[in-house]
């Protein structure tokens, strides 16, 4: 059976249901084609389940102050780490049925339950149907990278997929692989009371090239739960635990939660069938502008494209393949800053330019610890340290770095006044309101101006105050 669509999208998450509310704008002729579990990734085992846990984790963590604010009681708290999880299964159901409400359940027989392949030119298979599209947007996400030894390991080694529907919990869990979900997970499981220890490969954690944040981070994180980072880990079976290494150090553990990044599902859709030239990894050239390849018909959106694997970036990319697919031109638009936060307490931030990427003779670090910052010190959190990269020759914003407390509101204001091209002196010109967490970004900004004095000449007044 053959049926003829104006557009395929192959990938009912973030970016394949962006890019079906932009399809759908346009045309009734279209298909959803989705193998697997709805709900996107973000929603059933991603960012939604774990705040979720980190929440309960920084609640029940917080019992540590208690005393010297004049709480008593909170030695005698206690949590039920089984509970704790049916918690976030719950919520996270709710929020899966928030999204299948919004999307797919509205949907007749333009969605289509299977894993697709790519037949030819134009053509996808599903289920033993044909469908002739003229537009494709490929959209099929990732999954969890697992070694292939510890794959024999059965239920002793999860990732994200499996962990939030354990209902027994271990005792001790090495987690491999420090970006954002590996330093998540093992900071919360840490507080609920699991013995955590991290491993990565890098000499860093959650992706950090600033050397003076990556020092802070690490030690701040590593008060909490032993980081052994710079040797890659190797897991050994040990009786009925896991035997973990790492250069000279070795830990045993119940389970580990593998966290080493995701892999795009390109291999299972026998993309080269479309007549794309193809890399070394199966991934063709896409615009970023456009999400096309080359000038043909298919358009690649998500986190599939191993690039921003972030779901408003996901988000992003969506709506613009879903409205050039429905194009006779396909329109370049911008992209957003680039933003990364890891809701680690305190948070790890990433806007902009990273610290690497910029030649350190062109740009001035203005910087600022949080230390003596009175919001900061009143929350009882007054630990970090954030990083602002100035371009020497005008003064314009390039980018941050920073481990801070309440970091995801900061960055968002970081980020939207990049997306401005605004300078220091204009960014200071603007209120900060006493006390608030803002207020470390004013003294960043305000160090960068007076490391700036001697390259431009700036004007004689107040540079906190703009002259009518």
């Known amino acids: 059976m053959t049926r003829k669509v104006e557009v395929a999208i192959i990938g009912a998450g973030t970016a394949g249901l962006n890019a079906m509310g932009q399809v759908r704008r346009r045309t009734d002729n279209f298909v959803l084609i989705n193998g697997g579990e709805l709900g996107t990734t973000c929603a059933r085992v991603g960012c939604m389940p774990s705040k979720v846990a980190i929440q309960v984790a ?32 719950d919520l996270r159901d709710i929020l899966v049925d928030r999204v299948l409400a919004r999307t797919t359940d509205n949907l007749g027989d333009e969605f289509i339950d299977g894993y697709a392949r790519c037949a030819a030119p134009g053509v ?122 790492a250069g000279d150090h070795s830990v045993l553990v119940d389970q580990v939660l593998a966290s080493m990044g995701r892999r795009s599902n390109l291999d299972r859709l026998e993309l080269h069938n479309l007549g794309l030239d193809l890399d070394d990894h199966g991934m063709p050239a896409v615009d970023p502008s456009t999400m096309q390849v080359d000038s043909q018909r298919v358009f690649i959106a998500g986190d599939i494209t191993g690039e921003r694997q972030i779901l408003h970036e996901a988000g992003n990319e969506g709506r613009i393949a879903g409205y050039n697919a429905t194009c006779a031109e396909a329109t370049a638009f911008a992209r957003t800053t680039p933003m990364a936060v890891t809701f680690s307490d305190p948070n790890i931030c990433q806007v902009g330019a990273a610290f690497d990427e910029l030649e350190p003779g062109d740009i001035v670090v203005g910087e600022m610890r949080f230390g003596p910052l009175g919001r900061a010190l009143v929350m009882g959190r007054n630990r970090g340290i954030l990083r602002v990269y100035v371009n020497r020759a005008d003064a314009r914003l390039l980018g941050a770095c920073m481990v801070a407390p309440k970091g995801e509101n900061l960055a968002h204001l970081i980020a939207w006044c990049l997306e401005q091209g605004l300078t220091v002196t204009r960014m200071l010109s603007m209120p900060f309101y006493h006390p608030t967490i803002e207020e470390a970004l004013q003294g960043a900004l305000r160090d960068a101006v007076g490391k700036l004095e001697d390259d431009l000449d700036l004007p004689d007044h107040p540079l906190d105050i703009r002259p009518l």
């Open 124 to 245: 996808i298979e599903v289920n033993g149907e044909r469908i002739e599209a003229d537009a494709i947007i490929v959209a099929a996400g990732s999954r969890p990278v697992v070694p292939a030894a510890w794959q024999a390991l059965g239920d002793r080694v999860v990732t994200t997929d499996t962990l939030f529907e354990q209902e027994r919990w271990p005792r001790s869990l090495a987690v491999i692989g420090l970006g954002a979900v590996g330093l998540e997970m093992g900071q919360a499981l840490h507080r609920m009371g699991v013995q955590v220890t991290g491993f990565d490969a890098l000499d860093t954690i959650a992706g950090l090239t600033d050397p003076a944040v990556r020092n802070t981070a690490v030690e701040l994180l590593g008060k909490e739960f032993p980081l052994l980072l710079g040797q890659p880990a190797e897991v050994v079976e040990q009786g009925d635990q896991l035997r973990v290494s």
């Open 58 to 89: 920084d609640d029940f963590h917080r019992r540590h102050i208690f005393e010297r604010e004049g709480i008593e009681g909170g030695d005698g708290l206690g949590l039920d780490i089984s509970e704790a999880f049916e918690h976030v299964r």
